[in-house]
C-alpha cells in the first residue's frame, strides 16, 4: 500500500529518533486521517522502513481512529492481507489487519466534566469480543465503557491485568488509579490495568503476543517502567476472567481480562516514574499488607476503595497463585492448563 505524504514524513523523522535507544517513542499521529486502513498503512509502513526502531522499542498511541465512512465499505478489509512482523522477537507472529467498526452504538455524553487528558484517550480502539474471546470488530474506549452500551448491547473488550512482583517474590506492586481517571477513580488496584488496541501489533493471538505487547506499554505509560525492565518474554500468562462491573450510573467495565504475571530477577525492585495523570501513590505489599487493604475496601474503611476486577482476582486466584510461585521458586510454573485454557466467568 503506498503511503499518504505526512505519515511518510512522519516516519522518517521517527526513524532518526534511533539514537535514543531503549527510550521508548510515543507516537501521537493526530494529523492523521483515522480511519483504520490509513492507520493500518502507516504503522505497516514505519515497521518496514529499514531504519526503524524494533517494535518492542517503539509504541504507537494512535489515537483518533475514525469511523468507517460510506465511501469505505467494510468488504474492502477482505483485501488487505495480513502481515508477518518479523521485528517483535517473534518471526512467525502474523498480525491481522486492525479490524473496522462493527457496531454504530453511540451516546450523546457530555465529557466536558472530565479531565482533558483522560478524555483524549477515550478515543482510543479498544478490540471487541464474542463471549468466547473472539474478535469481532473494534470500537473506542468511549463506546465500551458506557454502562447503556453494556447493558442493552453486551458491549464486551479484550483486556488484562498486570501483577508485577519484587525480585523475590514476596512483595506485588499496587497502584492508585489517579482522581483524573474517568472510571473507578481513586481505587486501589494490581500493578497495570488496561487495554490491548485494535493496532496490528496488539492484536497478535499467538502466545498471546498482542496483549503482552500492550502490557509493557501501558506499563510505561502509567508507571513509566521501561521496557527493557519488563521485556515481553518474562510475561506469563496465567488465565482468562470474564466480568461486568460497574463504576458509577454512567461507566463500567465488560471485560475478558487477560491475567499475566511478572518477576524481573535483575533488580530488587523495578525503577518506576509514574505518571500523576493516571496513578496518585504506588505500594509494594506483602500478601498479609494486601489483605488488610482488601478487607479495608470492602468497608471503605480509611477512605480505601479496590477496583473490582482486582477484588475478583485476589478473592478466586490470587494468593493460591502466589504460594505455588513462592513454593515453585519459579514464576514460569505458576500456570495449570487447566486454567490456561479457560474463560472463568465471574
Known sequence: ??????????????????????QRVLVQARHLQRTSVRSFSFYSSLLSHPHSPSSSSLQFHLRKHSPL????????FSTIPSITLSKMGQSDAVAPTPAPLTSTISADVDLSSYDDEQVKLMEEMCIV?????KRIGANSKKECHLMTNIKNHGLLHRAFSVFLFSADGSKLLLQKRADEKITFPNAWTNTCCSHPLNVADELVEKDNLGVRTAAQRKLFHELGIEAQ?????????LTRIHYMA????????????????????????????????EVSAVQWVTQDELKVILEKGVKHEDGIIVTPWFKLICDNFLFTWWDRMLEEGNVAKVARAEEVEKIFRL
Open 1 to 22: 500500500m503506498t503511503l499518504v505524504s505526512p505519515a511518510r514524513s512522519l516516519v522518517h523523522s521517527l526513524c532518526s529518533l534511533r539514537p535514543l535507544g531503549p
Open 69 to 76: 465512512s460510506s465511501s469505505f465499505p467494510t468488504s474492502s
Open 129 to 133: 469480543l464474542d463471549r468466547d474471546d
Open 229 to 237: 525492565d519488563v521485556p515481553l518474554d518474562q510475561f506469563h500468562f
Open 246 to 277: 460497574a463504576s458509577d450510573e454512567v461507566w463500567g467495565e465488560h471485560e475478558i481480562d487477560y491475567i499475566l504475571f511478572m518477576r524481573p530477577q535483575h533488580k530488587e525492585f523495578v525503577d518506576m516514574n509514574p505518571s500523576e495523570n
